[in-house]
């Protein structure tokens, strides 16, 4: 398996356009999480979904960020607007029923927002 | 509240050195205990995890940890480190969704 894939690995904007992050799960998992870490705040929770579904999204930070599972294989994260305040690197995860808590994590995707 | 405490930032060891890496957590259960590695420009990967039982746990690459309740600690030990191992160090506490310590970077000198 070709593990979490995350794409891009590297996104640089500017300030006030909108940003999606990509990623893959591993296949048969089926909960996929969004993580974001920098520097000040460590690794962030965002949100996580069950079966597609989305279960916790108490972390996302506000109305600009929203996230998608359309299916098992596919998640998007968005920010629309981007901010400076959210560069950051935003990692996703997956996770089966029964070891929901061994993650396995994507390389991540750095985001600069100038 | 849920949290975990990470007290050292920043580790220096010698190679062929024991380490320890001290993890404390605050949670209102039975808590669920992990301790994840980070290689730089890389996700997390999962050393170790502590549900019940046997207190002291073994994980990949050597490492080991050992959840003292009374302490509200869980911390990962190494007996002889090595220049690899030089990465970042999170533990983590939870159910389903895990939080995150914030960190502890361990260089290590040959």
């Known amino acids: 398996d070709a593990g979490v894939i995350q794409s891009p690995r590297h996104e640089v904007t500017e300030m006030g356009q909108e940003v999606t992050l990509r990623c893959k799960p591993i296949?048969?998992?089926?909960?996929l999480f969004w993580y974001r870490q920098t520097m000040m705040r460590g690794l962030e929770l965002l949100i996580y979904f069950n079966n597609n579904v989305p279960i916790d999204d108490s972390g996302m930070p506000e109305d600009r960020f929203s996230a998608k599972m359309p299916n098992a294989s596919f998640s998007t994260l968005k920010i629309q607007p981007s901010e400076p305040r959210d560069s950051a690197v935003y990692f996703c995860a997956s996770s089966s029923t029964g070891s929901r808590e061994k993650l396995f994590f994507g390389s991540g995707t750095q985001l600069s927002v100038l | 509240a849920q949290s975990v405490t990470q007290p050292d930032i920043h580790i220096t060891v010698s190679e062929g050195a024991s380490l320890e890496l001290r993890c404390n957590y605050s949670y209102g259960a039975t808590p669920y205990l992990f301790w994840y590695v980070q290689s730089p420009g890389q996700g997390l990967q999962l050393l170790l995890k502590y549900f019940s039982g046997d207190t002291l746990v073994q994980g990949i690459k050597g490492f080991e940890a050992e959840f003292k309740r009374s302490q509200s600690s869980f911390n990962l030990r190494k007996p002889s480190v090595h220049w690899s191992d030089a990465a970042e160090y999170f533990c983590?506490?939870?159910?389903?969704?895990?939080?995150f310590g914030t960190g502890t970077r361990l260089q290590v000198f040959p």
């Open positions: 296949s048969g998992h089926d909960y």
């Open positions: 983590a506490v939870g159910a389903g969704k895990l939080i």
